[in-house]
């Protein structure tokens, strides 16, 4: 990574900010120890108020004093204290200590949050929130909606590098009123950072399978303006060769991503611009009869955020414009055994944010507007027009487009004690003519003492079918163009112990689908049947997660030598089971068990050790050798060993150090132990 971690007790320095749909980024100058609470403890930085604690400090240093912090999952700003939802922070410390190279890689080790794999390093994941799907969520860069209504596997194709990222806000449960559709069962902003002063940083690391990565960013400012331009450049042969004994496993990545501020008195503006190109081996990825197959993605992002500071009334606009390229090869440079998919999207995004503060309370209205469209060889209905594919002699025959147009309004009492929100979001979509639909919600919280807080919502939620699972319709795939919107209602309710030096968290929910949208395959029809997308009729989830974090800088201080130790456990059920006979590729597969620990050790002056311990057990079975094969649960063992000096770091780190057989996804193996190490360098 390329932060440089805290020498002693890693601090972990907030900024002011609420969700990134109305989002309050300031940066606070005081900072407050609340230990290392790195990627284990996801779910733990949601977990309450914060006051003034020791920090980061040498034995001589003083205490210091935090402002209360907003971070909340309502349209409007409310701090940690007052939030009445699982709203889960990572920072940028916790970021850098993580045994990780990737976001998906990183979000593996948030107790509600199942990222199933089918490369190593992040090369195609599927993110999932309490047993939702990957197309279940919405992914927001700096609270701009990235998701590809193509499909949900292209989506953590992020155009940015983790150590470019200040942030990531993962918000558990229906989020319709404050996200918009898509984020049917949670939502995940990452929010990118910029350096206080100009400079940069580059660095290098390199490990097993062939791995290499290079890349760093350069900062510069001047008044009230500040330009930040990173890159960066991925390659791995893989974990795996095919039956010829060619690599099928091999990816590259390159990636770039610009951004710019303005800040004035009464105005910030703020706008992006990235790229992501990513070409990799998928030997078995989407289906057995090929262990050859091939991918290229490409995506393209592009914003402009403004926000008015009135003491009293704020407007956020945005603009934004995504796109997305696919080429998919069944047989790698073989298009005469089967011709490539292409698929391009583009999609229009308009956000109009207001916040009007009262006597009353905090009130929240707004719009948004989104159009999506796809061009394709594939995917659609036939164009009165064909496009041409772009590099090649081929022709996008086939597309669709739709737009999504939503109100919002939300309105939030805050007492000394206990705080209620509540809103509504109208939803109307062009596709298949739907009208509008509201979704509405409530969130409320009670302080029953000074250490104990209890939380209980209601909240409901769309999504829209993607144009993978309404027209994909070869290779073993039979899609159903006349596919309902899924929809989902869900009741949680919660508990929270926060005293320094302890925190723990305890939630129990109860999600209610209905049309939840799955692919199947009726294996009664023999094993080459096709997968199909069907509507589930209904599916009943029933959740509890549960965290502990001991803090133990805040008894020992600076030189505690072990620092902290966490666990957090989860568990899901749903009502429907697979029948004997089918298989069910997504909605119905998922993780039942889940347990995460982590701890971090100061060894010596400045070297660091990092520990995390995880144990998954999935539900759920795919195809091998002709027969149905349930998952096994598995362990994995991560770590990562830094010296961290003031511009400096040099690390070590190792993944699946237990070097584990595993299964994320259908027969697909994942790595054994992968082994890096590098170092960043500041100037």
């Not at 290499?212 to 974990?239: E, I, K, M, W």
């Not at 589930?536 to 008894?555: I, Q």
């Not at 119905?588 to 050790?609: F, G, P």
Request: with cysteine; net charge neutral.
């Amino acid at each position: 990574m390329n932060e440089n971690i805290q020498k002693n007790c890693p601090v972990m320095r907030f900024r002011r900010f609420s969700h990134a749909s109305y989002a309050v980024f300031r940066s606070l100058d005081k900072t407050v120890n609340i230990g290392v609470m790195a990627v284990a403890m996801l779910t733990y930085a949601n977990a309450g108020t914060i006051s003034a604690q020791t920090v980061n400090r040498k034995p001589d240093e003083k205490l210091v004093e935090l402002e209360e912090v907003e971070v909340t999952g309502t349209r409007v700003p409310l701090t940690v204290a007052q939030a009445a939802r699982m709203v889960t922070v990572l920072d940028r410390e916790a970021i850098a200590a993580a045994p990780v190279q990737s976001i998906n890689d990183l979000l593996k080790y948030a107790v509600g949050v199942d990222v199933r794999q089918r490369g190593g390093m992040g090369v195609q994941t599927d993110i999932g929130i309490r047993g939702g799907t990957y197309d279940q969520i919405t992914i927001l860069l700096n609270g701009i909606n990235i998701c590809d209504p193509q499909t949900g596997h292209n989506v953590a194709d992020f155009p940015v590098d983790l150590s470019e990222i200040e942030r990531i806000e993962v918000l558990e449960g229906p989020a319709g009123r404050v996200y918009g559709t898509s984020s049917l069962v949670g939502a995940i902003n990452i929010v990118t950072r910029t350096d206080g002063r100009t400079g940069g940083e580059v660095r290098v690391e390199g490990g097993s399978y062939g791995y290499l990565n290079g890349g760093g960013h350069l900062s510069v400012g001047s008044g009230s303006f500040r330009h930040q331009l990173s890159g960066s450049y991925t390659r791995s042969d893989g974990a795996s060769r095919n039956k010829a004994g060619r690599l099928n496993a091999d990816f590259t990545n390159a990636k770039a991503f610009y951004q710019g501020i303005y800040r004035k008195a009464g105005l910030d503006v703020d706008w992006y611009a990235g790229y992501s190109n990513k070409d990799y081996g998928s030997n078995t990825f989407y289906g057995t009869g090929s262990d050859d197959q091939f991918e290229h993605t490409r995506k393209y992002f592009a914003a402009l955020q403004a926000e008015t500071k009135g003491e009293h009334y704020r407007f956020k606009p945005s603009i934004y414009w995504n796109r997305g390229e696919d080429r998919f090869e069944y047989y790698r440079n073989a298009p005469e055994k089967v011709p490539f998919n292409y698929h391009r999207t583009d999609v229009y995004g308009l956000n109009l944010n207001n916040y009007v503060q009262t006597f009353l309370g905090k009130t929240a209205f707004g719009a948004e507007f989104r159009n999506e469209g796809v061009v394709s060889t594939k995917l659609g209905e036939p164009l009165n027009r064909p496009k041409p594919v772009h590099g090649t002699d081929l022709d996008y025959t086939v597309g669709l487009n739709r737009t999504n147009m939503s109100f919002h309004l939300e309105h939030t009492v805050v007492l000394p004690r206990f705080t209620v929100s509540a809103g509504v979001i109208a939803v109307k979509n062009t596709w298949n003519e739907m009208n509008f639909r509201f979704y509405p919600g409530v969130d409320a919280s009670f302080q029953l003492a000074r250490d104990w807080k209890v939380y209980a919502s209601w909240n409901t939620s769309l999504r829209m079918p993607t144009f993978t699972e309404l027209y994909y319709s070869v290779e073993g795939y039979k899609a159903d163009k006349y596919l309902e919107p899924e929809e989902t209602q869900a009741v949680e309710v919660g508990l929270k112990y926060l005293t320094p030096g302890i925190r723990g968290t305890l939630s129990l929910y109860h999600h209610h689908g209905t049309n939840m949208i799955d692919w199947i395959k009726d294996l009664s029809q023999g094993s080459d049947a096709p997968w199909q997308s069907v509507n589930h009729t209904t599916v009943n989830t029933l959740g509890v997660e549960a965290s502990l974090l001991f803090d133990f800088c805040h008894w020992a201080g600076a030189r505690a030598w072990v620092k902290d130790l966490s666990v957090a456990y989860s568990y899901i059920d749903k009502d429907k089971d697979v029948a004997a006979d089918q298989q069910s590729k997504y909605a119905l597969e998922y993780l039942r068990n889940k347990l995460v620990a982590q701890t971090h050790l100061r060894l010596y002056r400045q070297l660091n050790l990092g520990l995390a311990f995880s144990w998954l057990d999935r539900v759920g079975n795919y195809q091998k050798d002709g027969a149905m094969t349930p998952y096994d649960a598995y362990t994995l063992l991560d770590a990562r060993l830094s010296w961290d000096a003031d511009r400096y770091t040099v690390y070590a780190e190792a993944n699946n150090l237990l070097d584990k057989v595993y299964y994320d996804h259908g027969n697909i193996p994942q790595p054994g132990i992968w082994v890096r190490g590098g170092a960043t360098f500041r100037f």
